[in-house]
């Protein structure tokens, strides 16, 4: 069980908590949800860039330099 902050009192929360038990204060909807599936599809768009990039790059800089 992931725990988080309250943003009001500043005491330990469980995530799945609708207000903080400490304070009463409402919990935003965004704290609730994990920052780590929106990481995963930042990591998988990376991987698959730089494979793309690993690929095509050697065809671009394949230029031959007059005089060299």
């Given at each position: ?8 009192c500043?005491k330990?929360i469980?995530?799945d ?8 204060m ?22 698959i ?20």
């Amino acid at each position: 069980m992931r725990e988080l902050n309250c943003t009001h009192c500043g005491k330990t929360i469980a995530a799945d908590d609708q207000s903080c038990p400490h304070c009463g204060m409402p919990l935003a909807p965004h704290l609730r949800k994990s920052p780590q599936r929106k990481f995963i599809w930042w990591f998988i768009g990376i991987v698959i860039f730089c494979a793309v990039m690993i690929y095509l790059l050697p065809f671009f800089g394949s230029t031959r330099f007059p005089g060299r």
